[in-house]
């Protein structure tokens, strides 16, 4: 295999012949331009230098040999020749790296979900936090999946044995040492190096259910590998339909093979929302399990999320999420649901369930939080005899941070919660270790307000311990708050955060 000198591939610069450095590897692109699933910007960018640094925290290992045939790998670089600008450049970042996270505080000293966040904040490095907290617009829906809970207040009852609380419950029928799961969130390794596979060895350590995303940064294959031999966790997955349906074919026979126990279709992406934190990132890279074959011309400016997204079908419907069931044995659920009368059809159309869920407020701005939805679809099922029911059961995600959030939805018929930008900042702070300890608050957290309402199990968790009389009160901010998306004068975007 020849050895290049940098200099050599430097000379193949052009669309029209194009070498890339990937791992000190040279491949030759030049006829894979036009099928990149993020577009041909991004090579042609990196046409004649390395791109590592760009590719690796966004692209599962094999994503190379899943694209390219064996013959564009052309030999390595001789390191000797990397010019001294592209050397400095990467010790620069590997120096900021160190530099961020050398003043973390001991774990222990992380007392609440709150403290992983604004961690968070100061380690990560400016794209990966843009992508992680970015929403769409004003915000205003991430805002308002916040304050909901605030609008709730308990009911307490006294005078119940309570010495012993049992947190414990099922969730489709697996077990779950809390009323939570671990929901989907893409991109995990520009937060860790090893991204989801963070949250699968936390899951198996403290009992939770992991909900695999099809935009991970580790391969679907690598995330189930990574599972303990006694099979934990338990393992869902979250689905972005592909317009290709043979692609949807193939990743549901993938998910049967895994011995994955339930599908949650995403039916609230025809479009990512405009998340312009993100987008003044000018994110351009195509993320990680992107399915599209298309050539077609993206504009890479808008951020990572779109730049990750081109592949999804906006043309899906009914009769599609209703195809996707009849292909396979697993139970499959509609994750992104927002009002009774979808909750309701899909009730009636005989799927396993449905998250009431406004994609963590990156979607639409100003669109309901999941937990007042969960109040009018309990309404609605109820009075057609659908609930409760083992066989239609009801989630809800978005803006949870605390013990108390969690107990509120289950009180109003939630059977769990999914949290996601939580794990993802404890583990990209403090590892593994990070979300264990995460979980462990939020037990802790669970079981004491599990005493002072009354409720020794989930099941004692009912309506009556719960006011709702200011649920419905929501009134826009705008104004009242500085604007999350404006620039400051060092380019950066503001965050309240």
């Known amino acids: 295999m020849k050895v290049w000198r940098y200099e050599e591939v430097a000379q193949h610069a052009s669309r029209d012949d194009c070498y890339v450095v990937l791992y000190n590897k040279v491949y030759d692109l030049t006829d894979f331009i036009p099928h990149h699933p993020g577009g041909p910007q991004i090579i042609i960018k990196y046409a004649g230098k390395d791109a590592t640094t760009i590719f690796d925290p966004v692209h599962p290992q094999g994503t190379i040999e899943k694209f390219l045939p064996a013959d564009k790998c052309l030999g390595e ?11 400095q450049e990467r010790e620069a970042l590997e120096r900021q790296e160190v530099e961020r996270r050398k003043n973390l505080p001991p774990l ?10 604004l961690l968070a904040r100061e380690i990560l490095s400016p794209m990966a936090w843009a992508y992680y907290c970015s929403a769409a617009d004003d915000q205003e829906t991430l805002h308002e999946n916040l304050a909901v809970f605030r609008r709730i207040w308990f009911r307490p009852r006294v005078l119940r044995n309570v010495k012993h609380v049992d947190p414990s419950t099922s969730i489709l029928g697996h077990r779950s040492t809390l009323p939570i799961y671990i929901t989907a969130t893409a991109l995990g390794r520009l937060g860790h190096p090893d991204g989801e596979k963070n949250l699968t060895r936390a899951a198996a350590r403290t009992g939770l259910i992991q909900m695999i995303p099809t935009l991970s940064s580790c391969s679907f294959d690598e995330i189930v590998d990574a ?4 099979g934990a966790p338990t393992q869902f997955f979250q689905l972005y339909v592909n317009s290709d349906r043979k692609i949807v074919l193939e990743m549901l026979r993938k998910a049967e093979r895994a011995n994955v126990q339930a599908i949650f279709v995403t039916v609230d992406a025809p479009q990512l929302g405009r998340r312009e934190k993100d987008m003044r990132m000018h994110f351009d890279d195509a993320g990680s399990n992107v399915q599209s074959t298309s050539g077609d011309e993206v ?6 999320a779109r730049a990750i997204s081109s592949f999804i079908d906006p043309g899906l419907d009914w009769d599609d999420v209703l195809w996707i069931k009849n292909q396979t044995r697993i139970p499959i659920l509609l994750k992104g649901v927002q009002c009774w009368e979808d909750a309701v059809q899909a009730a009636e159309m005989g799927f396993a369930g449905c998250v009431l869920s406004n994609h963590g407020g990156r979607q639409l701005d100003f669109a309901r939080s999941g937990i007042e939805v969960l109040e009018e679809v309990v309404q609605a099922l109820r009075a057609r005899g659908r609930f409760p029911s083992p066989s239609f059961q009801l989630f809800v995600d978005g803006g949870i941070r605390r013990g108390t959030d969690v107990l509120k939805a289950i009180a109003l018929g939630a059977t769990a919660v999914g949290i996601g930008r939580p794990f993802i900042y404890a583990f990209s702070t ?4 990070g979300v264990v300890r995460a979980v462990q608050i939020l037990r802790d957290e669970i079981e004491m307000n599990m005493r002072l309402i009354g409720a020794p199990t989930v ?7 719960v006011d709702l009389r200011a649920l419905h009160s929501r009134a826009t901010t705008v104004g009242d708050r500085p604007d999350t998306n404006v620039l400051d004068p060092t380019g950066t975007t503001k965050s309240r955060l």
């Open 108 to 117: 222990q000293q992380c007392l609440n979900l709150r403290d992983f966040e």
């Open 227 to 230: 599972r303990t031999p006694d």
């Open 77 to 87: 670089v001789d390191t000797d020749t990397v010019p001294d600008e592209v050397r």
């Open 430 to 433: 403090y590892g593994v270790d």
């Open 299 to 304: 504009t890479r400016d808008e951020g990572a």
């Open 459 to 465: 099941r004692d968790l009912v309506p009556e311990m």
